[in-house]
C-alpha cells in the first residue's frame, strides 16, 4: 500500500510530558517519506494571507520592473529568473522564480573554495515598486528560521544529542534562501520543476490553496502532497540525509502543475564551511540503515558532468561541506550563469 504523508504537531512537542517519545514520533517520520505536514507552528494565518497577496503582486508586475533583478546579473546567484532558467537533472524546469538569501559582507570574488563566492547580497527592486515586499520578506525568513530552529531541536532530542547541537553545527554565517516561485500550467510531458531532491539541510514549504506537488514514496508511486489549510510542508534535504548516515531520507520530489499555482520553499541552512561528516549517533540508527536496502542505497543528486556522461539524476555521493553541495547545485542549475561569472570553475 502507497505510504501517506504522516502530520507533527509542534504543540504536541511543546506541550510534551516525554519529550522523548515526542521527539522520537518526528525521527521516525524522517527517517520514513521523508516529507510530513507540520502544524500549530505558530506562523499567524493573517501573515500568509498578506505573504501570499505580495507574492502575487511581485509575479504581476511588468517583466521589465522584475529584470531590474534579473538573476544572470548577481555574483552570488539571486534574483528574478524567467521561466525555463533553471535546469535540474538537466532538464528544463517551466516555473517563474525570485531567489533571495540570508545576506552577509561577501568574501573576495577570487576567493577559494568556490563555494565561499554564495555569500554576499540579495537585489531588492525599489521600494517604489512594491512598497512592503522587502519587509516582508524578511519578516518571512524570521518567522519561518524561528520554525526551522525549534524543528532541529526536537530532532536534536530524537537522535539522541543534545537539544542545541544541531543549532551549535550551523556555525557563525547561516545561509538560509528562499524559493519565491510562480508556476504555470505545465506542458504535457514537462514538469513545473523535475524529479530532485532538495540539497540543503532542512526544507519548509507554504503552498497557495493549488496543489502539484508530489513524493516519491517508498514503494515507488508518487504522493500527492495537497496544500494543507493552515500547515506547512516538512520535507528532508541532503545535508541531513549525509549527517545521520542516511538515517534520515531527502525524498525525491517534483510539481505538475495543473493550473497556475504559487508556493514558497525556505531551505533552513548553516555556514558554507559546515562539515557533512555523520553525526555520533547510537549505533542503533546505522543497524537500522543497514536492515534497509531503500536507506542503504539512497543517494544524492548526480553532478553536472555526471549527467552529461549519462549518470542517473539521483546517483552521485554527498560532498563533504555544505558550501560545496550547494555549489554542486548551482553548476548544475545554472551552467550558464556559472560559466558567465566563474568560466574558471566550469
Keep these: 500500500m502507497t505510504a501517506t504523508i504522516p502530520t507533527f504537531s509542534l504543540a504536541d512537542w511543546r506541550n510534551a510530558h516525554d519529550e522523548q517519545k515526542v521527539a522520537a514520533e518526528l525521527v ?13 507552528h ?19 508586475l511588468p517583466e521589465s520592473t522584475k529584470a531590474l533583478i534579473d538573476k544572470r546579473r548577481s555574483l552570488h546567484f539571486r534574483g528574478w529568473e ?7 537533472g538537466n532538464r528544463v524546469d517551466h516555473r517563474e522564480q525570485l531567489d533571495v ?14 563555494y565561499l563566492r554564495l555569500d554576499g547580497p540579495n537585489q531588492w527592486l525599489p521600494e517604489q515598486a512594491l512598497p512592503g515586499f ?20 526536537v530532532m536534536s532530542v530524537g537522535l539522541g544529542l543534545p537539544r542545541d547541537q544541531l543549532r551549535h553545527i550551523f556555525g557563525e554565517r547561516p545561509l538560509s534562501f528562499t524559493k519565491l516561485i510562480s508556476y504555470p500550467r505545465t506542458p504535457a510531458g514537462e514538469a ?6 532538495d540539497a540543503g539541510f532542512l526544507t519548509l514549504l507554504l503552498q497557495h490553496e493549488v496543489g502539484g506537488l508530489q513524493a516519491l514514496a517508498p514503494d515507488g ?46 531551505f533552513h541552512g548553516p555556514d558554507l564551511r559546515t562539515s557533512l561528516a555523520p553525526l555520533d549517533l547510537d549505533p542503533r540508527f546505522a543497524e537500522a540503515v543497514a536492515a534497509s ?30 558550501g560545496q553541495q550547494m555549489w554542486n547545485y548551482y553548476v548544475r542549475s545554472y551552467p550558464e550563469m556559472v560559466e558567465a561569472h566563474y568560466p574558471e570553475e566550469v
Aim: a negative charge.
Design 192 to 197: 513545473g520543476v523535475n524529479a530532485h531532491h
Design 221 to 266: 508511486e508518487w504522493i500527492d502532497v495537497e496544500p494543507p489549510p493552515d500547515g506547512i510542508i516538512v520535507n528532508i534535504g541532503e545535508m541531513l540525509q549525509a549527517m545521520t548516515g542516511n538515517y534520515f531520507v531527502a525524498c525525491t520530489h517534483r510539481v505538475i502543475a495543473t493550473e497556475p499555482r504559487f508556493s514558497t520553499a525556505y
Design 28 to 40: 521516525a517520520m524522517c527517517h520514513g517519506v521523508g516529507f510530513l505536514y507540520l502544524t500549530d
Design 82 to 88: 524567467r521561466i525555463g532558467a533553471e535546469l535540474t
Design 293 to 322: 536496502s531503500r536507506h542503504r542505497s539512497a543517494g544524492f543528486m548526480a553532478k553536472r558532468d555526471e549527467l552529461l556522461t549519462g549518470h542517473a539524476d539521483i546517483a552521485s555521493e554527498s560532498a563533504p561541506v555544505f
Design 101 to 114: 538569501s540570508s545576506e552577509y559582507s561577501p568574501y573576495p570574488l577570487d576567493i577559494e573554495p568556490a
Design 134 to 153: 522587502h519587509a516582508t520578506i524578511e519578516e518571512f525568513f524570521d518567522r519561518l528560521g524561528a520554525v526551522a530552529w525549534e524543528l532541529m531541536e
Design 42 to 60: 505558530g506562523v499567524p494565518r493573517d501573515f500568509i494571507d498578506r505573504y501570499f497577496g505580495l507574492l502575487s503582486d511581485f509575479f504581476a
